[in-house]
């Protein structure tokens, strides 16, 4: 076991204590935020040059499952700030040293960053930089932040800049945390303690170099993990946020199903006959899942492991494998919310509530059946768009 799972696994406690108050706060509390960053939970995807713990991404993957596991709105809040440190890595070493090495928190550790990719940002080129306007959806964790990014489309003389196909150029626009303005819109049904609310900047300068460009920028850091496909990385990812909250699905249910009278029955659920069938149905769901997922990670690991290239098809079995591994955690939380009958309704069951963070997971786009129609139509239909594998 990695020494930082092995570090959240004793932090169970801490984790799941709060959340009551992220329910209803609508973002995690502050302090086991605090708590989390100084134990470099979230530096986990930070490269070692700018101090952070570059861990292997099993390694890195398993963590966010288990946070998942505790608290399905702090796994959520993980896998935001790991995939867009691991996207940091094609910042310049300059904008990478300034905003994951230093100025947080932490003595040990440098900053904080989340965002949103969708190119919902509009920028003019200027002297030095760029200007940029814009509103994002989806800031998860974003009050916790040093630094929040955003997707941008970006002009130049009055064009906008695009591929050599005429798709805009998607620049991820990193912004300090004083330059935006989070918006207090967040209410769902599920995930609530992600705190994913809309952000704003208006007419904000960003310098020369604190950006990205999707598909473009060249990784400036060459080494395993960041020779990881960054999609491949993100939909894994999010698809261990399901996986987490389907596993302690399964544990849950297991102690209500043994403790569980049905009225009008002499046994308890466990000894259902078609309890036992749904269980090993959503057992066996999350296992294949896991595995299958995992799989896929350990084999494009290997590759990027020993500079042996990636190819489409290692691609797109990631994604394949994170779209349906969100599916099959999904459905396996349906079938026990559905056997554990009114029981599940009430609010202190706490399948009721994995069952409302499931389904909010599910939406996210990484890990949507739409990318699973992609990733098959990359195999079987000519002209397919790969942009995204």
Known sequence: MNALLQTVKGMSSDIQAVSAA?????????????????????????AKDYGGLELDAVDSLSVIEEIAYQESAVGWCSMIFATTAHLGSFLSPVWGQKIYGEGSRTAHFGGITAGAAAPSGKAVVVDGGLRVSGRWAWGSGSHHCDWICGGTVVESEGEVLS????????????????????????????????????????????????????????????????????FGYFASAVAMVPLGIARRAIDEFHDLATKKTPAGRSSTLSQSSITQLHFGEAESMVEAAHTYLLGKVVQVWQKVETGERVTLEDKRQLRLAASQATQLSAKAVDLLYNAAGGTALQGDCLLQKLFRDIHAATQHRMVSPELLRLSAAARISEGANTAQL
Not at 23 to 41: F, M, N, R, S, V
């Open 22 to 46: 992220a329910e209803q706060d609508c973002k995690t509390p502050a302090p086991l935020i605090d708590q989390l960053h100084a134990e470099g939970i979230f530096s986990m995807t930070v």
């Open 163 to 230: 591929h050599d196909n005429g798709a805009p150029l998607v620049h991820v626009v990193f912004f300090e945390r004083d330059q935006v303005e989070l918006l207090d819109n967040w209410n769902p049904s599920g995930l609530r303690g992600t705190g994913s609310v809309d952000f704003v900047v208006d007419d904000v300068f960003v310098p020369d170099g604190r950006w990205t460009v999707l598909g473009v920028s060249k990784r400036q850091i060459d080494r395993p993990l960041f020779r990881f496909p960054f």
